[in-house]
């Protein structure tokens, strides 16, 4: 895969190795200089290129260099690639705004027009921008080669090739762009991209890292999304993982997560991400949405808030967040842990697997193994007991970091967040019930 070499107007660190002990150090300071000046963080290797925009003293977009151009990644994916990736090394840019912005605009749009073409076709292409008066991107590209020019109401006001700066005396960027473009006609066919849609966005995880935030850069991004667990009368219903940059709650089924009840109105309330965090706002409905008891219009969510809409509560965190590793933290009504005495099978002192919560006698059963299984039979690891236990088998697989649920035996339906089904992959607080017996899973 060849490397595309992006303009840029200064490389404040030269390509070097990348060293997981020295990298935070590496980014703080650069996330530090991008409060006054857009920085962009490259990596790449034989195998791969990514990249990192820092702006005002955060992340702001990811993206990788795929087999048909860049696209967007998350900046988790970002940090994830980087540990993946084989002797990457890593450069770091400045960027002036308009610059940093042309190349947003290049790697997140789809170009209006993309045409392998000549010098004619091209200058055709630019008479007609200026005629039109058009804000637009145009560019040039070959394997590994970029050249870009800026347009402002039809007037071409940048051209950025390689180590790109203001040359005095040479105010025609137009003229610029077409020199840079005959020489590289003489190598090989080059490829013109038109962009007139500038707009551009953030990464969907990008948020600010607090100014007392301890942990390494690379953690903050790498931690698990957040979960929102909706329940009714204090029992678990379904898990969500907020992936977006948002989540709708209602009553109609657009919505992300569908609460069919009268206390629910149609568009009910939206959670939200932002570069500071996440928000959960009313849409101004008759119907209240309170947080933590108390009626709101928008406010910030917290790991661990409670948001309460009609007679359901949803339980919002952020498992890495939470104070025991990965677990939300207990409300009232939540399935409680093991009382002291009661019995679980397993247990490995020190360690805490991925476990079932039985609420019918308060028994928790480590999922330790590669398979557990659930039945009448003598040989099940968890026994469904009673004359009235449903003839019925369901074997947990660990596959990976997944705990798969499947029904292997018998005709009674199992049924998990209400729903029947045979399988499914477990998430956090998931209900399952085998006949009268319920059991929570929990990591």
Known sequence: MSRLQIPYEKVHLNPTDFDPAGFDPILRRFLGESVNTPMILEVFSGTGQFMAFLREGQFYWAGAKGDSGFEGITIRDFFSRLTRARQPRIVVYQASLVLYHSLLVYLQKKPDLKISSS????????????KEHRNAIVTALQPGNLVMLRYTDGKAVACYHGLSFS??????????????????????????NLFTDLSVTHSEDARLIPNDYQGTISSFFMNQPPKLVVRLK????????????????????ENDIVIDHAGVSRHHAVIESSKSGYRIRDLGNKNATLLGGRKIETAELRSGDLISIGQYQILFHIPAEDSD??????????????????????????????????????????????????????????????????????EITRTGGDFVLQKTAGQRDVSINGESMAEKVLEEEDLITIGSEEFVFKR
């Open 119 to 130: 010098l004619v076709d091209l200058d055709d292409l630019l008479d007609g921008t200026e």
């Open 167 to 192: 040359r005095p005396g040479r105010a025609d960027a137009r003229e610029d762009f077409l020199v840079k473009v005959c020489t590289m006609s003489a190598h090989s066919v080059f490829e013109i």
């Open 234 to 253: 204090n029992r678990p219903l379904k898990t969500y993982t907020f992936t977006g940059r948002q989540l709708t709650i209602g009553s109609v089924p």
């Open 325 to 394: 590793g990965g677990q939300p933290a207990e409300r009232p009504g939540a399935a409680p842990e093991a009382r002291p005495g009661s019995r679980t099978k397993g247990s490995v002192p020190g360690a805490r697997a991925p476990r079932l919560y039985r609420s019918s006698d308060n028994e928790e059963f480590p999922l330790s193994g590669e398979r557990t299984v659930i039945g009448r039979g003598r040989d099940a690891d968890i026994r469904l007991g009673g004359f009235l236990a449903p003839r019925v088998t369901v």
